[in-house]
């Protein structure tokens, strides 16, 4: 099976844009969860959807937001830009509960957004 | 709140060597899994181990295998005979299996393999 593809790899913005990442899962899995990683922080997870709904959610601003199609791809949206949002940003998806493997993530290699 | 902590921040290790890294979680939780994943310079996060709370066995995978106490809330990663494709961070990861709680990361610890 394909890995998790995310899109783009790179990305440069400035202040007051908003973004737009995407990331489609392994095929089969429902799940997909957004993690924002950087130097200070580390990982800290952004959401998770299941079957297009949003079933969790971190302690983020509104600026940071996400959904899921019906074919399980998911996009987040970062609108207005700051230079603190220049992090590494991972998806992972996963199969479920009842995959038998508890719901094990797997990561996509990541969106590294630079905000200038 | 469930919380992981990695209280090693850089490790080394001679290669061919073996060497532990620690983890500790807390919770309150009796089911549970614990991941140890790995992300080289590269950045692809993967997957290296995973543990079920409920196995008593610890789990293996070929020169990977944790050490798991349920008890001490305890789980090392022991990498044996590394290699220079081991040289990469190491994140231990912690998820409830009741409710849809997500995946909690400790801070990692950055494993360095001499020649």
């Known amino acids: 099976k394909a890995g998790v593809t995310q899109t783009p790899r790179y990305l440069i913005k400035t202040r007051g844009q908003q973004v737009t990442l995407s990331c489609s899962p392994i095929?089969?899995?429902?799940?997909v969860s957004w993690y924002q990683q950087t130097p200070g922080q580390g990982l800290q997870f952004l959401f998770e959807?299941?079957?297009?709904?949003?079933?969790n959610k971190g302690n983020f601003p509104g600026r940071f937001s996400g959904r899921q199609f019906s074919n399980s791809r998911s996009e987040m949206n970062v609108s207005t830009l700051e230079l603190g949002d220049s992090a590494l940003y991972l998806c992972?998806?996963?199969?479920?509960?009842?995959?038998?493997?508890?719901?094990?993530?797997?990561f996509g290699p990541g969106t590294r957004l630079t905000v200038l | 709140a469930q919380t992981v902590t990695q209280s090693q921040p850089e490790m080394s290790v001679q290669e061919a060597e073996t060497v532990t890294l620690s983890c500790t979680y807390d919770?309150?939780?009796?089911?549970?899994?614990l991941f140890w994943y790995k992300q080289p310079p590269s950045r692809q996060m993967i997957l290296v181990i995973r543990?079920?709370?409920?196995?008593?066995q610890n789990a293996t995978e070929n020169r990977f295998s944790v050490n798991f106490q349920k008890a001490a809330k305890s789980f090392s990663l022991k990498i044996s005979d590394s290699q220079l494709g081991d040289a990469a961070m190491y994140f231990c990861?912690?998820?409830?299996?009741?409710?849809?709680?997500?995946?909690?990361f400790g801070k990692g610890t950055r494993l360095s393999v001499i020649a």
């Open positions: 095929s089969g899995h429902r799940s």
């Open positions: 992972a998806s996963s199969g479920g509960w009842t995959s038998g493997t508890g719901d094990t993530q797997y």
């Open positions: 990861a912690y998820r409830t299996t009741s409710g849809n709680t997500p995946l909690v």
């Open positions: 959807y299941f079957s297009e709904t949003q079933r």
């Open positions: 919770t309150s939780e009796s089911d549970y899994y």
């Open positions: 543990q079920e709370a409920y196995k008593q």
